[in-house]
């Protein structure tokens, strides 16, 4: 019987971050990711975007499997176990924990909603609605916040005290489903098998998802480079990437297509592995520790907090050189209790120092002589992150002293230039110093170059593929950079919501059709959609500025008997221009007066018009304009 599969891509592919990928089989539509996506910057309170979904039957979806646990393969997953309740989710253990955090949090902001809605009913609960409003002005600092009012039922024994209240408790284990590396998950027309591999993250996994005959193989590798990544002291055991079994489970396969990672498509060579970089940070800890006592700073590295093996290496060479870490940003705390949990982070509870023991210290002083290695969050100088708190001098703990060094362990995302720069100067105002990737090997891409796309193109040998992930000229240039080293290897460009339709029974034919992308829904920070006609208003309103006009009109040929001068009927205030333009109202009050008493009344169009013209006259603008006529009867 014949059994075609469609596959659409509904983010990540022509942009950068949102990933989702849908399978769609006759009877069932499974999902591959399901992720957010940053805006360029954080306006307008806009915080992420996520997939449009509202192409998807959610009646036939059934389930939801996860490479691995960067935001923007998860982020979005609450949203979609939100709006489709049955939707079961495969993740391996590391995953499994950062995505309860996720839908815990998502929980505490739906009691939230459901309470405001319920106000009208009880005036008591205005008491708990302001209490919740307290607590979410709290977590506005960091929506991770929420988890430590949870306890943990039964804590890995093995996990520091001091990050046990980071585990968070809120979700049942029902519909996670563990990946693991020989799972096999059996669907009605087809099998996927999960396939280790590389990236910067712990437990990353690409899916082998073949017809029930094995005429077809499709190997979706998303996020990943090639590394052997063991360590030398045995403190870092992630396996390798899966080869044999990729090739074992797809040899008998006619046609094998290849879904590979187009982020770092241009870079002609091997991503670096994260071995490569324990000796040039260990240099660098060295030479701090060989300086005079009284030169000797303190070292603050800050990376991403969800690259595990960073943080083992850097729990490694404080142990072999004397230097106690802290941990400074929850969201560093909770990867780590969660990375801890799952049997990560060896050593980690021997270097540690609690940050509650630094604070009974009090003193600057004593913190400053202590030999730390303080790991902080906002690598990329977020505002609300610890690096920029510290180093902007309004954080009550930390400050940067003479002699302190801080390692930008981290890549610099487009767009966050200026924001860093900033960061570095106000470093060296206070005396510090930074040393950046740019300068030593002391980051690693979590993204093959093109040596490692070959390593897995001559491994799995595919007959077609498709690029993912990356901006459109990413999948251009990688379809370019294939037909150069492989002519055999058919490729073909699918972009969000085009379909591609495969059929076991006649595997020699491929259909691509074309679709419209639907735009992305826009998330505010409380986790609420807006639409994009909103956004638009508030960019208007931010850079415009806001008109209101009430206008009272009496009805036409009703004398109207009302004690209201003139000066009255007509109402009018603006917000967000500038000063001066308070000389240039009482002739746009005048003006309106003068159209309130026309006869027929004036209607919005008119006023609208009126509005435009003063504004565009006097100030060259178009503000938001609220107009409300009130007529008298
Ligand atoms: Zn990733």
Excluded: W
Excluded at 213 to 228: E, G, I, Q, T
Excluded at 355 to 370: F, N, P, T, V, Y
Excluded at 459 to 470: A, K
């Amino acid at each position: 019987m014949s059994t075609p599969i469609k596959i659409m891509p509904l983010g990540g592919v022509g942009e950068i971050g949102h990933n989702m990928m849908v399978i769609k089989t006759p009877s069932e539509c499974i999902i591959v990711d399901a992720g957010i996506m940053f805006p360029h910057d954080q306006v307008y309170n806009l915080q992420y975007l996520i997939p449009n979904i509202s192409q998807l039957d959610v009646n036939l979806t059934t389930s939801l499997l996860i490479t691995h646990a960067h935001e923007d393969h998860i982020g979005a997953v609450p949203y979609l176990k939100k709006k489709i309740p049955h939707l079961k989710i495969y993740a391996s253990p590391f995953a499994r924990e950062i995505i309860k955090i996720k839908l815990a949090q998502k929980m505490l902001e739906t009691d939230k909603l459901d309470l405001s809605l319920d106000l009208s009913k009880d005036s008591n609960k205005n008491e708990e609605q302001s209490l919740l409003q307290d607590e979410n002005q709290i977590y506005q600092d960091d929506a991770q916040d929420a988890i430590e009012t949870q306890e943990s039922p039964s804590p890995s024994p093995s996990l520091s005290p001091s990050l046990q209240p980071f585990l968070g408790t809120y979700y049942s284990d029902s519909d996670l489903i563990l990946i693991e590396d020989n799972s096999h998950f059996s669907f009605k027309e087809i099998d996927i098998y999960p396939i280790r591999v590389n990236h910067s993250i712990p437990e990353t996994y690409g899916f082998l998802i073949q017809d029930k005959k094995k005429c077809y193989s499709l190997f979706y590798a998303s996020d990943c480079k090639v590394d052997n990544i063991k360590n030398e002291n045995g403190t870092i055991t992630e396996h390798d990437f899966d080869f044999k079994r990729l090739q074992e489970l797809s040899k008998n396969s006619q046609r094998k297509f290849l879904f590979l990672d187009s982020t770092d498509v241009m870079f002609e060579g091997k991503a670096l592995s994260e071995k490569d970089l324990i000796a040039p940070i260990e240099d660098i800890i060295i030479t701090e520790n060989n300086k005079d006592e009284r030169e000797r700073g303190r070292i603050f590295i800050t990376f991403f907090p969800s690259n595990i093996y960073r943080l083992q290496t850097i729990i490694d060479l404080a142990l072999k050189h004397n230097r106690k870490i802290v941990f400074y940003g929850r969201s560093l705390k909770q990867y780590a209790a969660k990375a801890q949990s799952c049997g990560y982070l060896q050593d980690l509870n021997r270097v540690l120092v609690d940050e509650d023991e630094l604070k009974s210290m009090r003193s600057s002083e004593a913190i400053k002589r202590l030999e730390l290695i303080v790991l902080l969050t906002g690598c990329q100088g977020d505002l609300k992150g610890a690096l920029n708190r510290v180093v902007s001098g309004q954080d009550p703990l930390f400050k940067i002293y003479p002699g302190d060094l801080l390692l930008f362990s981290s890549r610099t995302i487009p767009g966050n230039e200026k924001r860093l720069t900033k960061i570095y100067n106000k470093i060296y105002e206070q005396g510090g110093r930074i040393i950046t990737a740019k300068e030593k090997r002391i980051h690693a891409s979590g993204h093959g170059g093109a040596i490692d796309n070959k390593n897995i193109i001559d491994l799995y040998n595919p007959s077609d593929l498709i690029p993912i992930h990356g901006e459109t000229y990413y999948l251009y240039k990688h379809i370019e950079f294939i037909n150069k080293n492989y002519p055999q290897i058919k490729t073909h460009l699918l972009l969000n919501s085009d379909e591609l339709t495969l059929d076991s029974d006649n595997i020699d034919t491929l259909l691509i059709e074309k679709g419209t992308p639907l735009p992305p829904l826009f998330m505010l920070d409380n986790g609420i959609a807006i639409e994009k006609t909103s956004i638009n208003t508030r960019r208007k309103m931010s850079s415009n500025g806001v008109v209101f006009v009430t206008l009272l009109v009496s009805n036409p040929g009703i004398d109207i008997d009302i004690n209201l001068d003139l000066e009255n009927r007509v109402e009018l205030s603006v917000l967000g221009f500038p000063l001066f333009i308070n000389e240039y109202l009482p002739l746009l009050k005048e003006r309106l007066i003068q159209i309130s008493q026309s006869n027929p009344p004036p209607n919005k169009e008119i006023l609208k018009s009126v509005l435009k013209k003063f504004f565009k006259k006097f100030f060259e603008t178009a503000p938001v304009m609220e107009i409300h006529i009130v007529t008298l009867a």
